[in-house]
């Protein structure tokens, strides 16, 4: 295809050169056949130079043409490469500013795609991972059960049940942040008070965090401005953030979540602090990303990635601040409504 628009580039500047050396021999001719004293030899050298001008505007603009067409050759010569499945694909940047210009976004393309397939064959290896283990242990305890070996009481049924539960809550998270992420998301917006969601919030967790000897606190501000949310999904946010806190904080240690106003005036911060060990460095930039987690922590790895897609469904922005042995604090803002 390269080859064949190269030409194409080449037949196009020929036959526009042709042409206008064509007509300019023709007027050239006409016009020294006109009556008058010594017309041919007046306009010959005058045609002459003409035409020599062309032949040399040729060669210039030729050139200019085959090093703007080789580079724009290379740009559909990857295209075909990647349409293929060759997502490492990369384009030199030469030519003229605005052919580097095509060949840089080119790049850039494909660097996304290649990216997206890489996320792609991740997340289904993590997904067969995450389901391995409990669709072994239902199917180990059930052909125990047939073979005679276990009886099919309640302790050896429980357990089965807890299993699909974890199945259930895997591919509910999956479809949750595969619909989120695509923007598919449906939600219901209700005008919410922020300290109301905090409430909410951390009455689930109360008793769990008193169990485990963690002092649960509340820290709203007076008088914020009403959010137009949808409070289930906010909830979800809080609840995912308040369990990775309780979790990972020790006992006799604290976990705050609280509400106020953010410093542009113009949206609602909610934040979750605790005193747990943190966040290492280097899992601390991808704590946002699929199946991200510590290695003494529970569950998929799934909450603060969807947490961070409910945020920015809402039109908001969520991050994360911590030190190892200092706590973590996750921190997200909703836009506020007008007071």
């Given amino acids: 295809m390269r080859t064949r628009f190269l030409r194409r580039v080449g037949l196009v500047v020929a036959v526009f050169f042709g042409l206008l050396f064509a007509a300019n021999v023709l007027t050239w001719t006409l016009l020294a056949r006109r009556p008058g004293p010594g017309g041919h030899r007046a ?93 072994s242990v239902i199917q180990g305890n059930v052909e125990g059960m047939l073979d005679g070996l276990y009886p099919t009481d309640r302790t050896h049924l429980e357990p089965l049940l807890e299993e699909a539960r974890i199945m259930s809550r895997l591919l509910e998270d999956l479809q ?85 106003l953010a410093r542009s005036g113009r949206a609602v911060a909610f934040s979750v602090s605790d005193t747990g060990p943190g966040i290492p460095p280097d899992v601390l930039p991808h704590v946002f990303d699929r199946f991200v987690r510590s290695g003494d922590s529970g569950g998929a790895g799934l909450g603060l990635a969807i947490a961070r897609s409910l945020v920015r469904a809402h039109g908001g922005e969520i991050t994360a601040e911590s030190r190892e042995g200092r706590g973590t604090t996750v921190r997200f803002e909703v836009p506020a409504q007008p007071l």
Avoid: C
């Fill in 176 to 260: 949750t942040l595969s619909t989120a992420e695509a923007g598919a998301l449906r939600l219901h917006w209700e005008t919410a008070r922020p300290a109301e969601l905090v409430e909410e919030a951390a009455a689930a967790f109360r008793a769990s965090a008193g169990a485990k000897g963690v002092t649960l606190e509340l820290r709203n501000s007076s008088s914020l401005p009403d959010v137009e949310v949808d409070p289930l999904r906010i909830g979800q946010v809080l609840a995912n953030l308040l369990s990775n806190a309780v979790r990972h904080t020790p006992p006799g240690g604290s976990v705050s979540v609280s509400a106020d």
């Fill in 43 to 135: 306009f010959a050298p005058f045609g002459w130079i003409i035409g020599l001008g062309i032949l040399v505007a040729f060669l210039v603009v030729g050139r200019a043409a085959r090093g703007m067409a080789g580079p724009v050759g290379d740009v559909m010569e990857a295209a075909d490469r990647v349409a293929g499945g060759d997502y490492r694909t990369r384009v030199e940047e030469r030519g003229p500013r605005e052919v580097r210009r095509l060949a840089r976004s080119f790049n850039a393309m494909a660097e996304r795609l290649n990216a997206n397939e890489e996320q792609r064959r991740e997340l289904l290896a993590d997904v067969a991972h995450e389901l391995r283990t409990p669709l």
